[in-house]
């Protein structure tokens, strides 16, 4: 199961750095225009996952990270939102190699900010949780950057595995 949460880790940050490469070739215009998407926008959907992440993250660290808004905007300006996705990509490595099988195993308890109860589940499937919110939005922004007469290029996680080989 390690390598596995290494591996979606490895993925998240390729992904995230190919986005964000894309993201950066468009104008802020662009970025910021409202499709009536989940988030409004492509930058809105790179909030979201920052913010997202950083509470989960904050959640399995025992560090809450403190959110008004599933939609806040934590940044306007696409290059500090750009560098703190970095910074946050290193602390989720740097959580990820931190694992190992008895802690995956382990119950994990939070409390869910859009239905406030109180769930416990083995952190696995919580950890799951984080990648798959990525991959479920990533698709969403991979979307909008096509819409927007731009390509990030082959998303592919197997192309990632094969790009590292070579």
């Known amino acids: 199961m390690l390598e596995y949460f290494q591996t979606l880790n490895r993925y998240n940050r390729w992904m995230n750095e190919k986005l964000y490469a894309t993201g950066a070739a468009m104008s802020d215009e662009e970025r910021k225009h409202d499709f009536g998407a989940p988030f409004r926008s492509i930058h809105g959907i790179l909030n979201h996952l920052l913010l997202t992440d950083r509470m989960w993250l904050g959640r399995f660290k025992a560090q809450p990270f403190p959110a008004r808004s599933l939609d806040q905007e934590l940044y306007s300006n696409f290059e500090e939102l750009r560098a703190e996705r970095c ?52 698709g969403q922004i991979t979307a909008l950057i096509e819409a927007s007469g731009h390509d990030c290029g082959v998303t592919d996680l197997a192309q990632m595995v094969r790009q590292e080989k070579s």
């Open 87 to 138: 910074k946050t990509d290193d602390e989720t490595e740097a959580w990820v190699v931190s694992l190992d099988e008895q802690a995956l195993a382990a119950p994990f308890t939070f409390t869910s900010f859009s239905i406030p109860q109180t769930s416990t589940l083995p952190l696995w499937q919580t950890a799951l949780h984080l990648f798959n919110h990525q991959t479920h939005h990533r």
